[in-house]
């Protein structure tokens, strides 16, 4: 039987409409692995546990674990992006499904423990949220051995286990699924990127000649940068890291403190992975510029400090949806992108289905490949093998009919050996 607690299920037919969008634009997902696994069902008698944002491409996902023999569980991985009807649809196909737009801390954390209840044997998490909260609540299911692995999806997850691991906290093989070519640089790169556009939605700028800030210049945020500045920004990049300072610096961005950004800019963009990007300080809120927009692309809402900026206003007011009005003491407003949450999942519908076509194929074959080589794996951060992230690379060529050429034999000889030089 079924479990689940969703919005409301009536709601599905209308997820039924979404997941069928998003099955045509994920053939590597919806077609090549899922037609594998239903032949093969490599995941048969595995129950797995997803703590990823539920939206129509995670759906997909869990239409092709379930067709690999999976008892899929999912909950969401943040409070704000649930797709009411995507959940409400996948209940009615199998899948137990615990999630809802809008949930409170308390009510995120219950839908974590019911997937963990299920005894699952792989977590597929985002953000670390529910594989923390098994090592904290659920270590039963580790030291019995249940959990044979677990995938991270996102950058600031595996952040959280490379920590984890450093302390000798971490207990579980864990797969930074993140970390494959195939993930960071398509879905950060070019998801993430594109999230810019929640900024428009949230107050229908135009962002030609607007001064707009990108805070960091990693996966996401350079992709950010690059779209924001396509469409006509005046871009500057804030960083932390000489190195990525620098190629912003010489990819063309205006780079500088953030705190000499805040009387200029018209957009504040964040997506850093780190918390208070903007110093929770009074002074530094009056420096920033009346009007501006603030938003935050990264997983969790403390680039921006919301808290802070929220006990500070003298008055917020929603004016559109996900968008809030915040007026300061002295006057000025600021506009703050869904409750400082990742803008490009609240205010959008999450990343494109072209891209979330390859994070989803990596994380269906490293559930398979997690069941096939389950005793071999020790509690530590495993990199997802280069083979089964080029197999996604060439899949996704495949289904969008483009060739590439192969090494000769001569050719692979060659930048295999030393001896052939001037
Ligand atoms: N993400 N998922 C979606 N459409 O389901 N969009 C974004 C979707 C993931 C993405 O992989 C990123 O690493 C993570 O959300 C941030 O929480």
Redesign the pocket.
């Known amino acids: 039987m079924v479990e689940y607690k969703v919005a409301d299920e009536s709601l599905a037919p209308q997820g039924k409409e979404a997941l069928y969008i998003a099955e045509n634009k994920m053939p590597v997902t919806s077609n090549i692995i899922r037609e594998r696994f239903k032949k093969e069902k490599p995941l048969e008698g595995i129950t797995i546990a997803g703590c990823?944002?539920?939206?129509?491409?995670?759906g997909i996902l869990a239409r092709t674990l379930k067709a690999g023999g999976a008892e899929v569980y999912l909950c969401g991985?943040?409070p704000l992006?649930t797709q009411d009807e995507v959940a409400a649809a996948l209940v009615e196909e199998g899948i137990n499904v615990f999630a809802w737009h809008g949930n409170t801390t308390e009510e995120f954390y219950w839908c974590i423990r019911q997937c963990l209840d299920a005894k699952p044997n792989i977590l597929i998490d985002?953000?670390a949220d529910m594989i923390v909260t098994a090592h904290q609540e659920y270590s039963d299911l580790i030291t019995s051995g249940t959990i044979i692995g677990c995938q991270e999806?996102?950058?600031?997850?595996v952040k959280r286990f490379r920590a984890m691991e450093v302390k000798g906290k971490l207990k579980v093989p864990l797969f930074p699924v993140?970390d494959a070519r195939c993930?960071?640089q398509f879905?950060?790169e070019l998801?993430?990127g594109q999230g810019v556009i929640s900024a428009i939605y949230g107050m229908h700028i135009l962002f030609a000649g607007k001064n707009t800030v990108i805070a960091g210049y990693g996966h996401?945020s350079s992709g950010m940068a690059l779209r924001a500045r396509g469409l006509g920004a005046n871009v500057t990049v804030t960083e932390v890291d000489p190195i990525k300072a620098l190629k912003a610096k010489f990819a063309g961005y205006n780079v500088k403190p953030i705190k000499e950004t805040l009387p200029e800019a018209d957009v504040i963009l964040t997506a850093t992975g780190c918390k208070h990007v903007i110093p929770p300080k009074h002074e530094i809120f009056d420096k920033i510029k009346d009007g501006c927009i603030l938003g935050n692309l990264?997983?969790f809402d403390i680039e921006i400090p919301t808290k802070e900026l929220y006990e500070y206003a003298q008055e917020i007011k929603p004016i559109r949806k996900d968008v809030e009005e915040l007026t300061f003491p002295t006057g000025k407003k600021v506009y703050l992108l869904g409750q400082g949450r990742?803008a490009?999942?609240v205010l959008s519908?999450?990343?494109?289905?072209e891209v979330?076509d390859m994070?989803?194929g990596l994380q269906s074959l490293m559930s398979e490949f997690i069941v096939k080589n389950k005793d071999n794996f020790k509690a530590e951060i495993i990199e997802v093998p280069e083979d089964i992230d080029n197999r996604v690379g060439e899949l996704k060529l495949k289904a969008m009919g483009i060739e590439i050429d192969e090494l000769t034999e001569e050719q692979y000889n060659y930048i295999h050996g030393f001896e052939e030089g001037t």
């Open positions: 990823l944002h539920v939206t129509k491409e995670t991985s943040n992006s985002d953000g999806e996102t950058t600031t997850g993140n993930k960071n879905d950060n998801g993430t996401c990264g997983h990742l490009n999942l519908e999450g990343h494109p289905s979330m994070s989803f």
